[in-house]
């Protein structure tokens, strides 16, 4: 069935440090993929996503490339800041009903 | 921020005993979901509804019912609830269609089941 693994965490890394949140994916046909953002205490918030092969989703700085051919959709930021600090969850979508697929999650801490 | 509200916020309950959770949208979204999140699992589905009255099971349902009389509202049962249902759980909710379609989440229900 579809899945989704992503690296484990926890990540800890220095103010202005290079983020790589490694993802790859399982799946038939063709799903969209996503990556969610979970501060303390929150629900899951939508960060980017990217419905095609080849496509680049990007936001506040992040962004993820939805690669066929390694199935992959690693999550990245040239420069990270203490409030960054949260989990993030890779995810794609999946029949039937649009059901979601999540990583487990990777939990970020950066520090000053 | 997607109009998500999920009631109660925090429950502590015993085991055996029904609990229900609410969720209420306000944005006329077709597709509504309830997941349960747990260290190492990331979310997992339980049941999702595709319309009022409409409503499939997803990767963990047993143990959970679920019901939708209105657009707005879903709601999950805990017919008889076991420790091993503590857990946090999210509503979400989505427009449709297929595949492509972005989920939007609420705040979560922290359940705990003694």
């Known amino acids: 069935g579809d899945s989704v693994t992503q690296m484990e965490g926890p990540v800890t890394l220095s103010e202005e440090a290079f983020l790589t949140i490694n993802c790859t994916y399982t799946a038939t046909g063709y799903p969209s993929l996503f990556w969610y953002v979970q501060y303390p205490g929150e629900g899951l918030q939508l960060l980017l996503k990217?419905?095609?092969?080849?496509d680049k989703g990007s936001n506040k700085g992040f962004e993820a490339t939805y690669r066929k051919e390694t199935t992959s959709f690693h999550l990245e930021k040239g420069s990270v800041q203490v409030s960054d600090s949260a989990v993030y969850f890779c995810?794609?979508?999946?029949?039937?009903?649009?059901?979601?697929?999540f990583g487990t999650g990777t939990s970020l801490t950066v520090i000053p | 921020d997607a109009g998500i509200t999920q009631s109660p916020r925090h429950k502590v309950t015993e085991t055996g005993t029904p609990v229900t959770l609410r969720c209420h949208q306000t944005?006329?979204?077709?597709?509504m979901y309830w997941y349960r999140q747990d260290p190492g699992h990331g979310l997992r589905l339980i049941h999702y509804s595709y319309g009022v009255k409409d409503t499939d099971k997803g990767e963990v349902s047993d143990g959970y019912s679920v019901s939708r009389s209105k657009t707005e509202d879903f709601l999950l049962t805990l017919e008889s609830a076991t420790s091993s249902q503590t857990s946090v759980y999210f509503c979400a909710i989505s427009e449709g269609g297929p595949r492509a379609d972005t989920q939007y989440f609420g705040p979560g229900t922290r359940l705990t089941v003694l």
């Open positions: 995810a794609l979508t999946g029949d039937p009903g649009n059901q979601f697929y």
């Open positions: 990217a419905t095609k092969a080849d």
């Open positions: 944005e006329n979204h077709r597709y």
